[in-house]
């Protein structure tokens, strides 16, 4: 059973810093693809960044390319994300995920970027 444990989420001042981890257990974690979604009210769940097997190449989504920088330790079965230059519009819920058909969620952890 695969199963996802996200953590590292905070509320922190703009223009502050996060990391988050994920731990992902069942699963050869170094075959797949692996991202972080971030769901947000009025905006639904959307593809932050995503990461190749071996860890390159890497992709961003706009709003957060040059500010964030996804990461991953196959040794640890681990992904990482970290968030640099927040602003508000980076609150939200944030998910790991394998990119594959019918990939589990796990429960996300909370990040709040407020004054």
């Known amino acids: 059973q695969v199963k996802l444990v996200e953590s590292g989420g905070s509320s922190v001042l703009p223009g502050g810093s996060l990391t988050l981890s994920c731990v992902v257990s069942g699963l050869d974690f170094s075959r797949f693809d692996m991202a972080w979604y971030r769901e947000s009210p009025g905006k639904g769940r959307e593809l932050v960044a995503s990461i190749s097997p071996t860890g390159s190449p890497s992709e961003y989504d706009d709003d957060v390319a040059g500010r964030f920088t996804i990461a991953r330790d196959n040794t640890k079965n681990m992904l990482f994300l970290q968030m640099d230059s927040l602003k508000y519009e980076d609150t939200g819920v944030y998910y790991c995920?394998?990119?594959?058909?019918?990939?589990?969620w796990g429960q996300g952890t909370q990040v709040t970027v407020a004054s």
């Open positions: 995920m394998a990119r594959y058909h019918g990939a589990p």
